[in-house]
């Protein structure tokens, strides 16, 4: 017994509790990310989660990864439930957190489409209850009666739930997915439209009915709606740098699994961009420039399935 009346029983299962946790971890950030588009709020969920998990009989638990996932779920509902009245009164259009991520996440297609952008806003759509089982379901492959553990819904219901939610993904979801190599070159053509200041080139690697949203969260300007065609968002931009008087440049990265762009304003970060690209052209465009949000743009997040 130590002096804090810890036994050496109590002490290794402390350590197990903490080996658990830690082998999972980037599971249950991303299982919290996809929920919450936030990783802010995703790391606050792993705390609650490592709080409620301290205190588990290991004895009783049967799938450690499955009962940590459950936990994780439960209190990413409580926190999204909450984060809807606060996006309620946010200024402007919100957009996820984009994160720098490691090369396998965009070399396993699922898991890339299912952080992107555009998935992400769709999820957005849902109830949370909906998101929960969906994300759950169609990501991560939890059956049914694991699921309805965690969001306390009987497995029937969570099946009819995974069904609606999935038809309501389904018909807003981008049309076609493209390769990771067809974005990147989708996005240097951008890149150089960008850089050059060139109108001509800006409309042809814009799709004409362009969907372009940014969220600036009050803090930078961006458009408090979206903006909906190339001519409309090539006179915008253009003439927004040049009245600014600044010189922008593009570096290329990956944000959520996909090809993107740090778009920097003489030589200081000014935002992010990420696309959605369909036949050749970008017919989605996600510029972040609330610099809250642009914390994990310099150093990887790990994600996993």
Same mark, same amino acid.
């Given at each position: $017994?130590?002096?804090?009346? %810890?036994?050496?029983?109590?002490?290794?299962?402390?350590?197990?509790?903490? %080996? &658990?946790? !830690?082998?999972?971890?980037?599971?249950?950030?991303?299982?919290?990310?996809? $929920?919450?588009?936030?990783?802010a709020d995703?790391?606050?969920?792993?705390?609650?989660?490592w709080?409620? *998990?301290s205190?588990?009989?290991?004895?009783? !638990?049967?799938?450690?990864?499955?009962?940590?996932?459950?936990?994780?779920?439960?209190?990413?509902l409580?926190?999204?439930?909450?984060?809807?009245?606060?996006?309620?009164?946010?200024?402007?259009? *919100?957009?996820?957190?984009?994160?720098?991520?490691? =090369?396998?996440?965009a070399?396993?297609?699922?898991?890339?489409?299912?952080?992107s $952008?555009?998935? $992400?806003?769709?999820?957005?759509?849902?109830?949370?209850?909906?998101? &929960?089982?969906?994300?759950?379901?169609?990501?991560?492959?939890?059956?049914?009666?694991?699921?309805?553990?965690?969001?306390?819904?009987?497995?029937?219901?969570?099946?009819?739930?995974?069904?609606?939610?999935?038809?309501?993904?389904?018909?807003?979801? =981008?049309?076609?997915?493209?390769?990771?190599?067809?974005?990147?070159?989708?996005?240097?053509?951008?890149?150089? &439209?960008?850089?050059?200041?060139?109108?001509?080139?800006?409309l042809?690697?814009?799709?004409?009915?362009? !969907?372009?949203?940014?969220?600036?969260?009050g803090?930078?300007?961006?458009?408090?709606?979206?903006?909906?065609?190339?001519?409309?968002?090539?006179?915008?931009?253009?003439?927004?740098?040049?009245?600014?008087?600044?010189?922008?440049?593009?570096?290329?990265?990956?944000?959520?699994?996909?090809?993107?762009?740090?778009?920097?304003?003489?030589?200081?970060?000014?935002?992010?961009m990420a696309i959605?690209?369909?036949e050749?052209?970008?017919s989605?465009?996600?510029?972040?420039?609330?610099?809250?949000?642009?914390?994990? !743009?310099?150093?990887a997040?790990?994600?996993?399935r």
């Open positions: $017994m130590n002096d804090h009346g %810890d036994t050496p029983a109590d002490l290794a299962e402390a350590d197990t509790a903490t %080996d &658990a946790f !830690v082998a999972h971890r980037n599971l249950l950030f991303t299982v919290a990310y996809e $929920m919450l588009g936030s990783a995703a790391e606050d969920v792993l705390q609650e989660t709080l409620r *998990w205190k588990v009989d290991l004895d009783t !638990v049967d799938d450690r990864r499955a009962y940590l996932v459950r936990i994780t779920t439960r209190q990413a409580n926190r999204l439930r909450s984060l809807k009245r606060r996006r309620e009164a946010y200024v402007g259009q *919100w957009l996820p957190e984009p994160l720098l991520t490691t =090369p396998d996440v070399e396993d297609v699922e898991l890339a489409e299912s952080v $952008m555009a998935l $992400m806003l769709v999820l957005e759509t849902l109830s949370p209850t909906e998101r &929960a089982v969906f994300v759950l379901r169609e990501v991560f492959e939890v059956d049914y009666e694991e699921i309805a553990a965690a969001v306390d819904k009987t497995p029937a219901a969570v099946r009819q739930i995974a069904h609606r939610a999935r038809k309501h993904v389904e018909a807003r979801r =981008p049309r076609k997915t493209v390769s990771v190599r067809e974005a990147r070159t989708v996005l240097e053509s951008f890149q150089r &439209a960008l850089e050059s200041r060139d109108p001509q080139q800006l042809d690697v814009l799709a004409p009915d362009v !969907v372009v949203l940014s969220d600036g969260g803090i930078r300007r961006a458009a408090l709606r979206p903006i909906i065609g190339s001519d409309k968002f090539t006179r915008l931009f253009l003439g927004g740098s040049a009245k600014a008087g600044v010189t922008v440049t593009c570096q290329p990265t990956v944000l959520n699994g996909n090809p993107a762009l740090v778009i920097l304003a003489d030589g200081e970060i000014d935002g992010v959605r690209a369909e050749g052209r970008i989605g465009l996600y510029y972040v420039r609330n610099p809250h949000k642009l914390t994990r !743009v310099g150093e997040t790990p994600l996993t």
